[in-house]
């Protein structure tokens, strides 16, 4: 039987973000793509890491001269470097550009984003709608599976993983995390090239009421 790929349910950027977001990733010298839909589109057909997404999602982009026209029911903005740490002090600058103070009676006004803004790889910052995160999934899942979130494990590997690890009842690091990574997590497990996951689900998911040990 075929698999279904329908859309279930899809939060996209607002529209006055979009712009203000890529003037940002490309004041920190990051290649700009955007998603729409099932849409991908890029400036350069064969620009940095365009190949490697290419063969990940199993469909070309559509190569454009600007964006003009394209700002509207955007799913994502990646900005694209392998100056790891632009990328890194990018992720930092958007999350700080669309925070917005709520005043309550508190001491200390709460913040609210209008994005959210995390590494999906080292060389990736994704830009998405506040609630299209690996968090809000867990959640999501959990009303749609009626299943409590306290029952749901995780794994991850990468900065916006953290949100899902915030979520769920069990969260486990792959090895090859970083420390940021590592310590958001309940466990932390080998790499992938160690069966890492493998081990995880044995040691964490199957044997988790046998297995109480914290690796944070």
């Avoid at 589109?41 to 026209?69: I, M, N, S, Y």
């Avoid at 694209?80 to 103070?101: G, I, M, N, P």
Wanted: net charge negative; aromatic share 8%; glycine share 4%.
């Amino acid at each position: 039987m075929a698999a279904c790929l329908s859309v279930i349910e899809q939060r996209v950027l607002q529209a006055d973000v979009i712009e203000p977001a890529m003037e940002t990733l490309r004041a920190y010298r990051l290649d700009t793509w955007i998603y729409r839909g099932t849409d991908w589109f890029v400036h350069e057909r064969h620009g940095a890491h365009v190949d490697r997404e290419e063969w990940t999602v199993k469909f070309p982009p559509t190569v454009v001269a600007d964006f003009t026209g394209l700002t509207s029911n955007v799913a994502k903005v990646v900005g694209v470097s392998d100056d790891l740490e632009a990328v890194r002090e990018c992720e930092t600058a958007v999350r700080k550009q669309f925070a917005t103070k709520v005043h309550t009676r508190q001491t200390n006004p709460q913040r609210e984003t209008l994005v959210t803004a995390a590494r999906s790889q080292p060389y990736y910052l994704d830009v998405t709608h506040p609630e299209a995160n690996k968090g809000y999934v867990v959640t999501r899942l959990s009303k749609l599976l009626d299943i409590p979130v306290a029952e749901i494990a995780t794994i991850g590997d990468m900065p916006n993983d953290m949100a899902m690890f915030e979520k769920s009842g069990i969260s486990i690091a792959m090895g090859q995390a970083v420390e940021e990574v590592r310590s958001a997590a309940t466990y932390v497990t080998s790499s992938s090239e160690e069966e890492g996951f493998a081990k995880a689900v044995e040691e964490f998911v199957l044997n988790h009421g046998l297995n109480t040990r914290s690796t944070r």
